[in-house]
């Protein structure tokens, strides 16, 4: 039975999910109540939610950018297409 090469291994899909919980944390932290006509909440400015959160969601989507760019590892005992039809044509 032949193995079949996939374009992402294991390890990609482990870095996509940890740079997709760092977004989804990033975005927690941008939340919070807002302000009103009635009432205005100064809360909006904070620096938790301009400077922190927007820095934790760009690193999560560059954490991302890595996960999908990772080049899985191949084994010696894994071969190529190219070189598995090589060794073909050669018996």
């Given at each position: 039975m032949e193995k079949k090469n996939f374009a992402f291994d294991k390890m990609n899909f482990i870095?996509?999910?940890i740079g997709m919980a760092i977004v989804v944390i990033g975005f927690i932290?941008?939340?919070?109540s807002g302000s009103n006509?009635?009432?205005?909440?100064p809360e909006i400015f904070s620096a938790?939610?301009?400077?922190?959160?927007p820095i934790v969601c760009f690193?999560?989507?560059?954490?991302i950018v890595y996960?999908?760019?990772?080049?899985?590892?191949t084994t010696e005992n894994e071969s190529?297409?190219?070189?598995a039809e090589e060794n073909?044509?050669?018996q």
């Amino acid at each position: 039975m032949e193995k079949k090469n996939f374009a992402f291994d294991k390890m990609n899909f482990i870095l996509l999910a940890i740079g997709m919980a760092i977004v989804v944390i990033g975005f927690i932290l941008m939340s919070g109540s807002g302000s009103n006509e009635e009432a205005f909440n100064p809360e909006i400015f904070s620096a938790r939610r301009i400077k922190v959160a927007p820095i934790v969601c760009f690193a999560g989507f560059a954490f991302i950018v890595y996960g999908i760019m990772h080049k899985p590892k191949t084994t010696e005992n894994e071969s190529t297409p190219t070189q598995a039809e090589e060794n073909k044509e050669q018996q």
